[in-house]
């Protein structure tokens, strides 16, 4: 077995943060994360020499643009430990992956005498497909509150573990705060009631370890962009028997067996959920980010990025009108940092912060309802990757401080 590289060979890796002079402080990596030239080269040499359609052509060019768009599912699956490339679909986002399921399988299982249930915590894109499903379906929509330090209240929720779930959607890692949910633990009560629970990993994915057999899930869903990978392209994971039961979105080429005047015949998985020409640079950028994490260990990467959160966290929480959100669950996170400063707009504070070169997050982070338990309509947000250093930490300081004492 290689050795695993360190966090210092990761820093090196990435072109637009080693950049000199070094005059940029990235910390929005929850929002999305930079590339390493191990993907950029992977996609250009793509376009460059295995360039061609993908399960349409039977002349070399588009059986090697085939395979390696295939050998792409496989590496995704390895990554996250599915039975079978099979149950891997590629869609463009993870916002398009839970529509998917909400659109494709929910929206023919539940019905009124049903419920989903979400967190309170969740991202826009895991809360308003089931939303709309369920004002659709005349089903409930039940949302796993909060207890005051951020963790979900599961015990509060007195009909979420029984028979009238169907489904439950829930995120890992919160976007906002970085705190890890026990999720492997709900969804160990969910199933002795047949409840299906889909877990949305975008935050997780590259932060910590993700085995699906081992947390039992039957959907996940990750977007490419905040692994390391490119933009445009989406996971979804689905239990072979529940991908069968999902109808497609789309409906066009490559995902049909037989076309007749009235009906056809869908192909089966996963090409009956892949309607359209796939995005083979997209897949094999995907497929480059993994084999790039798989030289690390995750846990020193992770190790590092949170190392930096709780930095940024003492160093704020010693700033007089300064509030982290969640800070004790954020401590235990994934290097993502959510604060207010008294008097101060955080949009005025990602501006300041910007001008100086740090990149933060300012806004309600897609998570409007957890702003409502916060009580605010916006956070600032810093979320580190492990190619931050400590000095990125002292430059969001030094832009916090002079926010205060220009406003406050
Ligand atoms: C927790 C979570 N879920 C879903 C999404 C949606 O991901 P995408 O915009 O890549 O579809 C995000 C993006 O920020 C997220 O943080």
């Not at 996609?43 to 050998?71: F, N």
């Not at 940092?337 to 740090?358: K, T, Y």
Request: glycine share 8%; aromatic share 6%.
């Amino acid at each position: 077995m290689t050795a695993k590289l360190g966090v210092a060979e990761f820093m090196q890796a990435f072109p637009l943060v080693c950049a000199e002079p070094a005059n940029l402080h990235y910390l929005d990596n929850a929002a999305t994360t930079q590339k390493p030239e191990v993907v950029i080269d992977a996609m250009t040499d793509c376009y460059r020499k295995t360039y061609g359609p993908v399960h349409r052509g039977l002349y070399p060019l588009a059986e090697a643009a085939s395979d390696l768009y295939e050998q792409a599912r496989e590496t995704v699956a390895a990554f996250i430990g599915a039975d079978t490339p099979r149950e891997i679909i590629f869609t463009r986002s993870a916002t398009e992956s839970i529509n998917l399921v909400a659109r494709g399988w929910a929206s023919h299982q539940l019905g009124p005498a049903k419920a989903a249930w979400v967190s309170r915590l969740e991202h826009h894109s895991n809360y308003l497909p089931w939303q709309a499903v369920c004002n659709e379906q005349g089903a409930r929509l039940g949302i796993i509150e909060l207890q005051a330090d951020g963790a979900l209240d599961l015990n509060a929720c007195e009909s979420l573990f029984s028979d009238e779930t169907g489904l439950i959607a829930i995120s890992l890692v919160s976007n906002v705060t970085g705190s890890i949910q026990p999720v492997a633990d709900l969804i160990k009560r969910a199933h002795r009631h047949g409840i299906v629970v889909l877990v949305d990993a975008c935050q997780a994915a590259g932060h910590i370890e993700l085995d699906v057999a081992q947390l039992d899930c039957d959907f996940l869903v990750m977007s490419g962009h905040k692994l390391y990978g490119p933009t445009g392209i989406g996971v979804l994971y689905g239990r072979t028997a529940l991908l069968e039961q999902t109808d497609p979105l789309l409906l066009g080429g490559g995902m049909v067996d037989w076309v007749g005047e009235r009906h056809s015949q869908w192909s089966g998985l996963p090409a009956k959920l892949e309607a359209g020409s796939p995005n083979l640079a997209g897949a094999v950028g995907l497929a480059a980010a993994i084999r790039f994490l798989n030289e690390f260990e995750l846990k020193d990467l992770h190790a590092h990025s949170q190392g930096l959160a709780n930095a940024a966290i003492d160093r704020l929480q010693r700033l007089p009108g300064v509030s982290v959100y969640s800070s004790a669950l954020s401590r235990e996170g994934t290097g993502i940092v959510s604060f207010n400063i008294d008097g101060v707009h955080p949009h005025d504070l990602g501006q300041i912060a910007g001008e100086e070169g740090v990149a933060i997050r300012a806004g309600h982070h897609c998570c409007q309802p957890l702003m409502q338990h916060f009580n605010v309509a916006a956070t600032a947000r810093a979320s580190f990757a492990p190619y931050n250093t400590l000095d990125d930490v002292e430059a969001l300081v030094g832009a916090v401080e002079r926010a205060r004492m220009m406003f406050a």
